[in-house]
């Protein structure tokens, strides 16, 4: 089984859509957890951590359920903007484990 | 988040050569980090390195073929060697950050093509 398992897609979705990423992962001792989007040919950035209750940052929102070592990301409302491959990753201590990345291509 | 430039930003290699890639951080950093990122893989650690000690290498990696070094808290180089064509691949740097959670941020990456 992979440490982080990740649907990879693609997901191609109209402009004002919703759509939802999951995650798996599977280090229990997982103690921050993050989303990151990469773009064609750049280096990965932070898009937001996950909070345990939950966070929300714009249209994002993030959740985690330690129970089912599961994490979500929600977007609404697509912008084009937004298409991207999205990474899962979990981090116990210094170590992060990055997903392979769910692609999403949002069309006009 | 800190601001990390790398260099080169990519170059071409013949095999059997050595590559050194610097990264340098805008403000003093406790740990480095060092990524590679094959066609269409997910990114893969190579080392952690610390300054005023050793890296520390993950399984698969070892220091005769990626020695880092680690000068002062600001930068770190990383050196592919021996090239093959199996060396293609992105490598980035990554800073952690200074919140509680510690995530991390990355340079622009060095794209390596190996003929």
């Known amino acids: 089984r992979k440490e982080v398992e990740q649907d990879p897609g693609p997901f191609n979705v109209p402009e004002g859509a919703t759509v939802a990423f999951n995650c798996t992962y599977s280090?229990?001792?997982?103690?921050?957890f993050f989303w990151y989007r990469q773009d064609c040919r750049k280096e990965p950035k932070l898009l937001m951590s996950?909070?345990?209750s939950g966070n929300e940052d714009g249209r994002f929102t993030a959740q985690l359920n330690r129970a089912s070592q599961y994490i979500s990301l929600l977007i609404r409302d697509s912008k084009l903007s937004d298409s991207a491959t999205y990474l899962c990753v979990p981090r116990e201590n210094n170590d992060m484990r990055f997903g392979a990345g769910t692609r999403l291509t949002v069309k006009p | 988040s800190a601001v990390i430039s790398q260099k080169p930003s990519r170059d071409i290699c013949q095999r059997g050569t050595s590559l050194t890639i610097q990264c340098q951080v805008d403000?003093?950093?406790?740990?480095m980090f060092w990524y590679r990122q094959q066609p269409g893989q997910s990114l893969t650690l190579i080392a952690t390195?610390?300054?005023?000690?050793?890296?520390?290498?993950e399984s698969g990696f070892v220091i005769d073929k990626f020695p880092i070094s680690r000068p002062n808290l600001t930068f770190s180089t990383l050196t592919v060697s021996n090239m093959s064509p199996e060396d293609s691949s992105i490598y980035l740097c990554?800073?952690?950050?200074?919140?509680?959670?510690?995530?991390?941020?990355f340079g622009p990456g060095t794209r390596l093509t190996v003929l």
């Open positions: 280090n229990s001792a997982s103690q921050s």
């Open positions: 996950v909070y345990s």
């Open positions: 390195a610390n300054q005023g000690s050793e890296a520390t290498y």
């Open positions: 990554s800073v952690a950050g200074r919140s509680s959670y510690n995530e991390q941020f």
């Open positions: 403000s003093q950093v406790t740990m």
